[in-house]
């Protein structure tokens, strides 16, 4: 299999290429993203690799299709910038369902606890040898609620983390979990009732905004808002609006609304042309990281080998456990098509 590897980084080739051999596998790596523009290169190759920035839309996939492109390997959970109607019955879509729930859950964690009691900006201060503690006061999270949005594997695991602290879990799924040790709520109870607030929920049309104007405003004002999902979840204009009028008590943000053009790259000798994302950044209670949440060396081993035995699969003509389509679901179930080839189509 000859595989076009998008938007490749440093890190990325440490783990593919460790594994390319061994799967008999020849990768090329482009440090460019998959757009409309860049899907020509994927002449002649059999599949494509993307992350969670790559723009795997309508125009993309018909390009790719044209080229011969047989499978779209994603090494990411997340698979919202795909365009699965254009790709179905031309090109199969694979995904890494998990790769480390603990390694996200525990960025998530790190955010809260850092947020909480300013130990990035006391960090900032004692290294200009000031040593005033004035303003760095937080809260103890012993006794306090998080509510937890979205109960898969990292929902859990984070709200597993909470417990650890001694808080009280609310928790807002539609498909709750049988059995875990939370409080299912409604979202409005739970926005309401929270003193901190995580999303661990996939970005669909349902959860867009879920996070907006008005729910904004039914949190308590010293509420600190998590989010190391999808940047789309939070309406980003509506948290400045919360933030600039103190209605919330902070953010943490790994993920950005916006975020293709700016995270995973060195902008530092440049001018951020992004209003919102300047203006997020002036705010003493918004902690930005760039969608690191996952990146541990366990995380980076299990994308890498899931992504690799997604396309072996592929290759080998083995059903694709790891396969989704728009069917995906109820549609998928009711046609029987996967239990009868394990694939989509």
């Given at each position: 299999?000859k595989?076009?590897?998008?938007d490749?980084?440093?890190?990325?080739?440490?783990w593919?290429?460790?594994?390319?051999?061994e799967?008999?596998?020849e990768?090329?790596?482009?440090?460019?993203?998959?757009?409309?523009?860049?899907?020509?290169?994927?002449?002649?190759?059999?599949?494509?690799?993307?992350?969670?920035?790559?723009?795997?839309?309508?125009?993309?996939?018909e390009?790719?299709y044209?080229n011969g492109?047989?499978?779209?390997?994603?090494?990411?959970?997340?698979?919202n910038n795909?365009?699965f109607k254009?790709?179905?019955?031309?090109?199969?879509?694979?995904?890494?369902?998990?790769?480390?729930?603990?390694?996200v859950?525990?960025?998530?964690?790190?955010?809260?606890?850092?947020?909480?009691?300013?130990?990035?900006?006391?960090?900032?201060?004692?290294?200009?040898?000031?040593?005033?503690?004035?303003?760095?006061?937080?809260?103890?999270?012993?006794?306090?609620?998080a509510?937890?949005?979205?109960?898969?594997?990292?929902?859990?695991?984070f709200?597993?983390?909470?417990?650890?602290?001694?808080?009280k879990?609310?928790?807002?799924?539609?498909?709750?979990?049988?059995?875990?040790?939370?409080?299912y709520?409604?979202?409005?109870?739970l926005?309401?009732?929270?003193?901190?607030i995580?999303?661990?929920?996939?970005?669909?049309?349902?959860t867009k905004?879920?996070?907006n104007?008005?729910?904004?405003k039914k949190?308590?004002s010293?509420?600190?808002?998590v989010?190391?999902?999808?940047?789309?979840?939070?309406?980003?204009?509506?948290l400045?609006?919360?933030?600039?009028?103190?209605q919330?008590?902070?953010?943490?943000?790994?993920?950005?609304?916006?975020?293709?053009?700016?995270?995973?790259?060195?902008?530092?000798?440049?001018?951020?042309?992004?209003?919102?994302?300047s203006?997020?950044?002036?705010?003493?209670?918004?902690?930005l990281?760039?969608?690191?949440a996952?990146?541990?060396?366990?995380a980076?081993?299990e994308?890498?080998?899931?992504?690799?035995?997604n396309?072996k699969?592929?290759?080998?003509n083995l059903?694709?456990?790891n396969?989704?389509?728009?069917?995906c679901?109820?549609?998928?179930k009711?046609?029987n098509?996967k239990?009868k080839t394990?694939?989509?189509?």
């Open positions: 299999m595989i076009a590897f998008y490749t980084k440093p890190y990325d080739k440490v593919f290429d460790k594994l390319a051999q799967f008999n596998t990768i090329r790596y482009f440090d460019f993203k998959l757009n409309a523009e860049t899907a020509c290169l994927s002449k002649d190759f059999d599949a494509v690799c993307i992350f969670v920035n790559d723009n795997a839309d309508k125009e993309t996939l390009i790719l044209k492109v047989k499978l779209l390997a994603l090494r990411c959970a997340g698979y795909v365009d254009t790709a179905y019955e031309k090109i199969h879509v694979v995904r890494v369902p998990e790769y480390s729930p603990a390694a859950a525990e960025h998530a964690a790190a955010l809260l606890l850092t947020l909480n009691r300013k130990t990035h900006r006391a960090y900032s201060r004692t290294r200009d040898n000031n040593f005033s503690i004035n303003g760095f006061i937080g809260i103890d999270l012993a006794g306090k609620t509510g937890v949005i979205g109960t898969g594997k990292i929902g859990r695991v709200a597993g983390i909470c417990k650890g602290f001694g808080m879990v609310l928790a807002f799924d539609p498909y709750p979990v049988e059995g875990l040790d939370v409080e709520v409604g979202l409005d109870e926005l309401r009732a929270s003193d901190v995580s999303l661990h929920c996939p970005l669909t049309p349902e905004h879920i996070i104007r008005e729910n904004l949190m308590k010293h509420a600190i808002i989010n190391t999902s999808r940047g789309a979840l939070i309406d980003t204009a509506a400045i609006e919360a933030l600039k009028n103190q919330i008590g902070g953010a943490g943000l790994d993920v950005y609304e916006e975020e293709s053009e700016y995270f995973f790259e060195d902008l530092s000798d440049t001018i951020i042309k992004d209003d919102e994302l203006r997020l950044l002036t705010f003493p209670n918004v902690l990281t760039s969608h690191q996952f990146f541990t060396e366990e980076m081993r994308i890498a080998l899931t992504t690799m035995e396309v699969a592929f290759e080998e059903p694709l456990a396969e989704i389509c728009y069917k679901g109820d549609k998928c009711k046609e098509q239990e394990g694939r989509c189509f």
